[in-house]
């Protein structure tokens, strides 16, 4: 059974640091692309970044400041986030799709976790 479970999300101050971890488990890590979405109240899913074997994607508003990375011994897929800023405010949600290549499309994701909260307030 295939599943991801999020973790350390948090209240932190603007220009805080926050990393967030997705565990993997129900399947090998290493065959498998994952990508991290958020969600702020009213507003649609944002793709934030992905991560396979060959490549990362960053969104333009997180490229810089966060980074993306994994670790295949562990099956997890970590989110460091730098300077963070009240517009980060949202639920992170990791997910799956259904091979080694990154997509923006949430449509194009398989499973998901069941997200953590990012707070950036002063």
């Known amino acids: 059974q295939v599943q991801l479970v999020e973790s350390g999300g948090g209240l932190v101050q603007p220009g805080g640091s926050l990393r967030l971890s997705c565990a993997a488990s129900?399947?090998?890590?290493?065959?498998?692309?994952i990508g991290w979405f958020r969600q702020a109240p009213g507003k649609e899913r944002e793709g934030v970044s992905c991560?396979?074997?060959?490549?990362?994607y960053y969104a333009d508003s997180v490229k810089g400041r966060f980074t993306i990375s994994r670790d295949n011994a562990k099956n997890t897929v970590y989110l460091q986030m730098n300077s963070l800023k009240p517009e980060d405010t949202a639920v992170y949600y990791c997910a799956r799709l259904g091979g080694d290549y990154c997509s923006q499309d949430a449509s194009s994701y398989t499973y998901w976790g069941q997200g953590t909260q990012v707070t950036v307030s002063s």
């Open positions: 129900g399947f090998t890590l290493y065959y498998y692309a």
């Open positions: 991560i396979s074997r060959i490549t990362t």
